[in-house]
């Protein structure tokens, strides 16, 4: 049985809407600055929005494991959202959108997923939280290196759904 996970990360950044979106937007240079990448590989190029491209990410939490996931862009709109399918370890629906208030650019990923890896099925009834955890974890992760990156400050917060 696949468990399903639906996980909401807000990143607030004190930097322009532009400068956020093409950090997000330019995955294969994640591991340069997002500590748990491990590697972003491009199978598959997709046109000038990145429609169409398929992406490998393996990517390693706090906890002893590697996920490694496609995610094939199926939508996406310049300065306001990207929107991709996972398949692999986990398989479902990941889609980072953007917004600004002047100061701060406000960043969302919405990650609806369920894991197709038995091990991780077998133990969710136990590790659940753990998952969640890690999930967290690293996204914490993820806005204060961005913020690091860019040289400015954030603010990130965390609201897990099942």
Do not use: K
């Amino acid at each position: 049985m696949n468990m399903e996970y639906r996980l909401v990360t807000v990143w607030h950044i004190e930097a322009p809407l532009e400068v956020v979106c093409e950090a997000i937007s330019h995955s294969l240079a994640w591991p340069q600055w997002w500590r748990n990448v491990e590697s972003v590989e491009e199978l598959v190029p997709g046109d000038a929005l990145g429609i169409g491209s398929v992406r490998r990410y393996i990517w390693r939490g706090r906890l002893p494991y590697r996920l490694a996931f496609d995610i094939r862009v199926i939508r996406a709109e310049l300065l306001t959202f990207v929107e991709g399918v996972a398949s692999g370890d986990v398989e479902g629906r990941g889609c980072w959108s953007f917004t600004t208030d002047g100061r701060f650019t406000h960043v969302r990923f919405d990650w609806q997923v369920r894991t197709t890896s038995s091990w991780m099925n077998l133990l969710e009834p136990f590790a659940r939280p753990l998952f969640r955890w890690n999930h967290e974890a690293i996204m914490r992760c993820g806005g204060e290196s961005l913020a690091r990156r860019l040289n400015t400050r954030a603010t990130a917060g965390a609201r897990p759904g099942n």
